[in-house]
């Protein structure tokens, strides 16, 4: 079945950096969101993306819908000990109607 | 108020019984899905429902089976339950077809299976 390749798996940072993740694939996307899923709960999404090239922002966090439709990547800056969590990719493939394909998470810890 | 209520929260059961999961929404959506979640994290969708209508089916065995008694709720029931059914599983919910964008997810059923 179709894959996306969500990196990296895992990231450790000190409060205040900033983070870095993307998902990347070889088939074309028509649409990505970016979720942030925290223990115990269901996944909440961050920001959706539609077009080639759109760059999103949500507050500290930004989202970019790469120009080939093959990627996108997710920017967190100034990192605060709240966005520990698990950040997943979606994506929807171009001309289907059909599934939302997840990454494998990125797993996000801040220390203090 | 919950938009969007799973029970039971954790499942725990023996190889071979059969058991259901329920899920409500409160939000008016019009579709409701199921989506698995396994060990690793990796997240698949399972069904999709679009007002009591089957939209999604995905290449689930056919012991695992979606009830929609009416749009506000999708109900999942499992047969001879097996040790890789150990999961858990999501509902979610979005006003139409597709529109993930506005989906809503619950806080997810724990099952285990021994």
């Known amino acids: 079945g179709q894959q996306l390749n969500q990196s990296p798996q895992s990231m450790f940072i000190q409060e205040g950096e900033d983070v870095s993740m993307n998902c990347t694939s070889s088939?074309?996307?028509?649409?990505w969101l970016w979720y942030k899923q925290d223990p115990g709960e269901g996944p909440v999404l961050l920001i959706a993306?539609?077009?080639?090239?759109e760059l999103t922002s949500n507050g500290r966090l930004t989202a970019q819908f790469g120009i080939t439709r093959k990627d996108s990547f997710l920017n967190i800056s100034a990192s605060i000990p709240s966005d520990v969590g698990i950040y997943f990719c979606?994506?929807?493939?171009?001309?289907?109607?059909?599934?939302?394909?997840f990454g494998k998470g990125t797993k996000l810890s801040v220390k203090p | 108020d919950t938009a969007v209520s799973q029970t039971p929260k954790y499942l725990v059961t023996q190889m071979g019984n059969d058991k259901s999961i329920k899920c409500e929404q409160n939000?008016?959506?019009?579709?409701m899905y199921w989506y698995k979640q396994d060990s690793k994290k990796f997240l698949k969708i399972m069904f999709s429902?679009?007002?009591?209508?089957?939209?999604i089916n995905e290449t689930v065995p056919n012991r695992f089976s979606p009830k929609s008694p009416d749009k506000a709720h999708l109900n999942l029931h499992i047969n001879s339950l097996e040790l890789g059914d150990s999961a858990v599983y999501f509902c979610?919910?979005?006003?139409?077809?597709?529109?993930?964008?506005?989906?809503?997810f619950g806080p997810g059923t724990r099952l285990t299976v021994l």
């Open positions: 993306l539609y077009k080639a090239g």
């Open positions: 939000l008016g959506h019009d579709t």
């Open positions: 979606a994506g929807l493939l171009g001309g289907s109607q059909g599934n939302l394909i």
């Open positions: 979610a919910s979005s006003p139409g077809t597709y529109s993930y964008n506005e989906q809503f």
């Open positions: 429902y679009n007002n009591k209508e089957l939209i």
């Open positions: 088939s074309i996307f028509n649409t």
